[in-house]
């Protein structure tokens, strides 16, 4: 099995998994996101494990150790992505399974088991056609100030939604032209996510416009964008000006 092919496997199965943990009706929304989350965890740590033993791994739900650091090849998996929204029994929730070689994310599947899919890095599809107004996908409960702020200067709307897989799969599948995070990730959040975007044509990059980079030392990774590459340039220089903005207030008050 090619490593693509184990990726979408891996993140299919688990899709189902946590949809039959979820059906048994016996557990409270939080109880069950803990318990999602563990059940898909072990599942994909074991099967990574046995199948790919010799690469690295990185999973949100399991200890971080330095051994990864020392690999080329390293998978980096969310067993779910979006527990909150998986536990309201809502769609907008995934499963992530990427891998990188030398930090770069060469190969991603999201599930959206919610909706019976499942994007592959290895099998893009033709983008759709971009809206006449641009559409940027936010967090349902905290959308970030500077996407905020930056949808009321290029008269984008806004479309809340939960997980960030689902934000990204959202651009992917033509629901959006821009997913624009600020409020903090970690590499599990975006690494498959990114993966899939970038094969299928999107401009994916930090919000400085340098490429995203997995498999560090910290996991924290604070901000991402994934556009359609019409959409990039201005982003990233919209962005850049508030950024400069803030400084220059704080400066002045330092002063």
């Known amino acids: ?19 039959q943990v979820r059906r048994c009706g016996l557990l409270g929304a939080k109880a069950l996101g803990k318990a999602g989350d563990q059940t898909a965890n072990q599942f994909l740590v074991h099967a990574l494990q046995h199948l790919r033993g010799d690469d690295g791994l990185l ?17 980096i ?8 929204e998986y536990g309201e029994e809502r769609t907008d929730w995934a499963v992530h399974i990427a891998m990188t070689v030398d930090g770069r994310p060469e190969i991603g599947a999201v599930a959206l088991p919610g909706l019976g899919l499942v994007l592959r890095s290895d099998r ?20 970030a100030k500077e996407a905020v702020s930056i949808a009321e200067q290029i008269g984008a709307e806004l479309v809340p939604m939960g997980s960030a897989g689902a934000k990204a799969m959202a651009v992917v599948r033509g629901e959006a032209e821009i997913y624009l995070h600020t409020g903090g990730q970690y590499e599990w959040d975006s690494c498959a996510p990114a993966a899939v975007a970038l094969a299928h044509g999107l401009h994916v990059s930090r919000v400085d416009g340098s490429p ?22 201005e982003v990233l220089e919209r962005v850049a000006a508030l950024a400069a903005s803030a400084d220059s207030k704080t400066g002045s008050r330092g002063a």
């Open 212 to 233: 995203l980079v997995y498999n560090q030392p910290d996991t924290y990774m604070p901000d991402l964008l994934i556009c359609r590459q019409e959409w990039a340039a």
């Open 124 to 143: 893009p599809t033709p983008l759709p056609p971009m809206a006449g107004i641009p559409r940027m996908v936010v967090s349902r409960t905290r959308p």
């Open 59 to 75: 999973s949100e739900e399991s200890t971080d150790t330095d051994e990864r650091l020392g690999k080329s090849r390293v998978w």
């Open 1 to 19: 099995m090619s490593d693509a092919d184990l990726a979408a496997a891996l993140a299919e199965t688990a899709g189902t998994l946590l949809l």
């Open 77 to 84: 998996i969310d067993p779910v992505d979006g527990t909150r």
